[in-house]
């Protein structure tokens, strides 16, 4: 039998999310993919660093795409910690360099934060549901 500090039981989000659900996963997809590009094209065409072989550092966020599209819960958590690094390193560029690489830089940490706080809302919510509905379990 659960204690009553257990943790919620996790809810499966439907095969027809409700829409607050369908629009926060949109805006999760949108800005993963939108950090996506800015990676590679910082560091393919813009403004490369050597051979533009840090265009691989977006090879995390495309590992996630599959998981936020089927609202799989446990990827909106571990990509809410990942995202943390691009913060950093979009604010350590941003504050040493200069020019596009600055401003590009400053691009990253707002599309990582907007990221990092779309799917953050996207947890609580489904937590909340999972909370008023017993009995359901995460697939």
Do not use: N
């Not at 919620?8 to 369908?22: K, R, Y």
């Not at 072989?53 to 609202?71: D, Y």
């Not at 953050?120 to 697939?139: C, S, V």
């Amino acid at each position: 039998m659960p204690s009553a500090h257990a943790a919620p039981q996790e809810v499966a989000a439907p095969e027809t999310a409700p829409p607050a659900l369908q629009v926060l996963r949109a805006a999760c997809i949108a800005s993963l993919l939108a950090l996506v590009a800015l990676g590679l094209a910082w560091e393919a065409w813009l403004a490369p660093t050597g051979r533009g072989t840090l265009a691989l550092k977006v090879l995390p966020l495309l590992v996630a795409l599959p998981g936020l599209w089927r609202h799989r819960l446990y990827t909106y958590r571990w990509l809410s910690l990942l995202v943390w690094l691009y913060v950093l390193e979009g604010l350590m560029r941003s504050t040493t360099e200069q020019g596009l690489t600055a401003l590009l830089a400053a691009l990253e940490v707002v599309l990582a934060v907007a990221l990092f706080g779309t799917a953050t809302i996207y947890i609580r919510r489904r937590l909340r549901a999972a909370a008023a509905t017993p009995g359901q379990h995460d697939g």
